[in-house]
């Protein structure tokens, strides 16, 4: 059976391109019907956790060797935000108002550098994935117009929320009407 710690140091060395589950499995030798579901559950698990990502070609590899970092969002009140690294050694990235996407305050995000800064000025990127929401529970005005429907949180300070498919189709409304 293969292990997160496995699949995880396989990915992270040198020469690993980003594969499909399928050449993933040729690599790992699994044959049978009950190692393959053994092995996707890991696979699964990571990729759910952020430590891992499926591509569009529906490829796995680490998200560094991808060119994206992964951390916590400080969001500020004026909608942009700062991408506080998981790797205390690398700065902060500034995400701008447009380039937050669904992505809250205390979320862990995983981030594309877009632009470096000329001689040391800081770093701009923009969220590529939520990882983890900071926040799971947010009173406030939702409003249903166009084709994306946001969230007007209660809370000071925070800007609308437009809520993507997913959430929309996950998320557990509770109504209350005051008279």
Same mark, same amino acid.
């Given at each position: #059976?293969?292990?997160? +710690?496995?699949? /995880?140091?396989? #990915?992270? +060395?040198?020469? &690993?391109?980003? #594969?499909? &589950?399928?050449?993933?499995?040729?690599?790992?030798?699994?044959?049978?019907?009950?190692?393959?579901?053994?092995?996707?559950?890991?696979?699964?698990?990571?990729?759910?956790?952020?430590?891992?990502? $499926?591509?569009?070609?529906?490829? &796995?590899?680490?998200?560094?060797?991808?060119? /994206?970092?992964?951390?916590?969002?400080?969001?500020?009140?004026?909608?942009?935000?700062?991408?506080?690294?998981e790797d205390r050694d690398h700065p902060d990235v500034y995400i701008h108002a447009n380039d937050m996407g669904t992505a809250m305050n205390g979320d862990i995000i995983l981030v594309r550098i877009s632009s470096k800064g000329?001689?040391?000025?800081? #770093? +701009?990127?923009?969220?590529? $994935?939520?990882?983890?929401?900071?926040?799971?529970?947010?009173?406030?005005?939702?409003?249903?117009?166009?084709?994306?429907?946001? /969230?007007?949180?209660?809370?000071?300070?925070?800007?609308?929320?437009?809520?993507? $498919?997913?959430?929309?189709?996950?998320? $557990?409304?509770?109504?209350?009407?005051?008279?």
């Amino acid at each position: #059976m293969v292990t997160r +710690e496995e699949l /995880l140091d396989f #990915m992270k +060395e040198t020469a &690993y391109k980003p #594969m499909t &589950y399928n050449e993933l499995e040729k690599q790992f030798g699994i044959e049978s019907a009950q190692d393959f579901k053994d092995f996707l559950k890991p696979l699964n698990e990571l990729e759910h956790e952020g430590l891992i990502l $499926r591509t569009r070609n529906d490829r &796995y590899g680490v998200p560094e060797r991808m060119n /994206l970092l992964r951390g916590k969002l400080q969001a500020h009140a004026k909608g942009f935000g700062f991408l506080i690294p998981e790797d205390r050694d690398h700065p902060d990235v500034y995400i701008h108002a447009n380039d937050m996407g669904t992505a809250m305050n205390g979320d862990i995000i995983l981030v594309r550098i877009s632009s470096k800064g000329q001689a040391g000025g800081r #770093m +701009e990127g923009e969220v590529v $994935r939520v990882v983890s929401r900071g926040n799971t529970q947010i009173v406030g005005l939702f409003q249903s117009q166009g084709s994306m429907p946001s /969230l007007f949180p209660t809370i000071s300070g925070w800007s609308g929320i437009s809520l993507s $498919r997913r959430e929309r189709l996950t998320a $557990r409304w509770t109504a209350i009407r005051s008279s």
